[in-house]
């Protein structure tokens, strides 16, 4: 069927022809709002909205933020202290010549990988990395022990019949116990049959691992398993671990899947639970700490530390490689940098980094983590 007369003397058209217009102009707009939009966003309009997204969300995921807490190194050492009390003494330490290497970070992308690859540039060294890290059951371990027992079942435990002495069959067995000893042994055997014997396997005569999730706290149960281990910290300020951590766009977890770590103050608050930890550890414990900013600038005593750890480093061969950089801008944005110097200030004051701008691409640009 055709328009009347009538509407074409009108100006009008066809059906097909009208069709052929509109498409006409909806393609041009389309065009010019593309070039527009693109120009935007290479221009303080486009840094703007970008600004603002960010702020949303920074905002928003600090609002739902959950605590990370742990278990306090008094309750540990009670607890442990309690088990030793029962102990029997059946394992000669004398004979104990087990002492491993723990590469221990502040949070991810503080050197811990960098200063891996250094370490195990002794052929004999296996360090494993993070392994099954987002289980952490090295921290679930800890706040069992931590948690321990009730004073009236330590007191049973305490003094119930010697074995070889009295009758089961007429004795209090309900809450019967083996020694403490067999207990931290049996949990040592754990690690030792998990990464011990795999890397004697492979050929390697020592072992250890690193890891970006553990504080004081499971430093300690790990000491207490391995009164021979060493125990190596690596902490950077967290404004630039943050920065490198949000650029390379993973989806990291403190604990899968129930605390991610996908927002400043999730990290943030991760960082300073593992920096002020560190302040805790008593008084001898076998620890180095390297800073990562000195690691990068040639103000690490590399004969001092493979000295203390028994091994020989051969720095230059890992340095010589720029492995895993993911770092992209030269700074955080003021809403990341606030809500971090809120939820990191204690630890920040613990290793003594200060709230001044992150250090620039370039002091870090040959040694990339």
């Keep these: 069927m055709g328009w009347p007369v009538a509407e074409r003397k009108r100006g009008g058209s066809s059906p097909k022809e009208a069709a052929s217009v509109s ?11 593309a070039r527009l939009w693109k120009w935007a966003r290479e221009t303080w309009m486009g840094d703007l909205s970008r600004a603002s997204e960010r702020f949303g969300r920074e905002l928003w995921a600090w609002a739902r933020c959950k605590g990370i807490s742990g278990p306090s190194m008094k309750q540990l050492a009670q607890s442990i202290a309690a088990l030793d009390a029962r102990a029997l003494g059946l394992h000669d330490p004398s004979s104990d010549t087990e002492s491993p290497i723990f590469l221990l970070s502040t949070g991810w992308r503080a050197g811990s990988t960098l200063l891996q690859r250094i370490l195990v540039t002794d052929p004999r060294l296996l360090l494993w990395g993070e392994p099954l890290g987002e289980m952490i059951f090295l921290s679930r371990i800890t706040r069992m022990l931590s948690d321990s027992m009730c004073q009236k079942n330590w007191e049973l435990w305490r003094n119930q019949d010697d074995l ?9 067995v309900a809450t019967l116990c083996p ?9 040592r055997c754990l690690f030792d049959r998990w990464l011990g014997e795999p890397a004697r396997r492979a050929g390697f005569a020592r072992w250890g691992f690193k890891e970006v999730r553990l504080g004081a706290t499971e430093a300690s149960v790990l000491h207490w398993l391995y009164p021979h281990a060493k125990f190596v910290i690596i902490s950077r300020h967290p404004y630039d671990c943050y920065r490198s951590l949000a650029d390379a766009g993973w989806h990291t977890y403190f604990s899968h899947p129930d605390l991610p770590v996908d927002r400043a103050a ?6 300073n639970r593992l920096a002020v930890s560190w302040s805790e550890l008593p008084p ?16 690490i005593n590399f004969r001092k530390l493979e000295s203390w750890l028994g091994i020989e480093i051969r720095e230059g061969l890992a340095l010589s490689a720029s492995v895993g950089g993911t770092t992209k801008r030269n700074r955080l944005s003021w809403c990341e940098r606030l809500i971090i110097a809120h939820e990191a200030a204690a630890g920040m004051r613990t290793l003594g980094y200060s709230d001044q701008p992150e250090a620039k691409p370039e002091q870090g640009r040959m040694f990339q983590t």
């Design 23 to 33: 498409m006409g102009f909806a393609k041009t707009p389309k065009y010019k709002e």
């Design 164 to 172: 070889k002495e009295h009758s089961l069959a007429t004795s209090w």
């Design 179 to 187: 020694p403490g000893d067999d207990f931290r042994l049996a949990l």
């Design 266 to 271: 999730p990290f943030a608050r991760c960082w």
């Design 284 to 299: 001898g414990f076998p620890s180095f700490h390297v800073k990562y900013e000195d690691l990068i600038n040639g103000k």
